[in-house]
């Protein structure tokens, strides 16, 4: 049996197809797809690639540029248990404790949100045990 690494409820995470290291995430067991923190979501005229701004100025790693991808799709969430909301998701790479994981993100306006990632259970499945008790500092 494959030993499981040990995380938090909360971790840092890399984004090396982005180039951005050293993000702060939190860890929901209970959302099964994560979610990035993106502003100005938009798709070329021709409908084959999605613009968008990752993270915002709060964030160190922020860049105002913007990120593109033509491999995305459309996915249905249940927003806080309440609502349903159509959301973009991409395939990238995170690295999480060290270790590398092509994965499917949301991307979704953080803004309010404590934490710019979310990493759902997708990611960390097979792979690693999160410790509740055990979280990373913000202001690393």
């Known amino acids: 049996m494959e030993e499981k690494i040990i995380i938090g409820r909360s971790t840092h995470i890399d ?3 982005f180039n951005m290291y050293d993000i702060p995430a939190k860890v929901d067991t209970g959302a099964y797809r994560g979610a990035l923190h993106c502003r100005d979501i938009r798709l070329s005229a021709d409908g084959k690639t999605l613009y968008f701004k990752l993270l915002d100025e709060r964030h160190p790693e922020y860049s105002a540029h913007d990120q593109a991808v033509t491999d995305f799709g ?3 969430i249940k927003n806080t248990g309440i609502d ?3 959301r973009y ?3 990238t790479e995170i ?3 060290g270790q590398s994981i092509v994965t499917e993100m ?3 306006d953080r803004a309010d949100m404590r934490f710019p990632v979310l990493i759902g259970r997708k990611a960390l499945k097979k792979k ?3 410790n509740v008790s055990k979280k990373v500092n ?3």
């Open 15 to 17: 984004l090396p197809n």
């Open 89 to 91: 998701k991409i395939k």
């Open 128 to 130: 690693f045990l999160v």
């Open 106 to 108: 949301t991307l979704a």
């Open 138 to 140: 913000l202001n690393k």
């Open 95 to 97: 690295i999480i404790a």
């Open 84 to 86: 349903w909301q159509e």
């Open 74 to 76: 459309l996915v249905k």
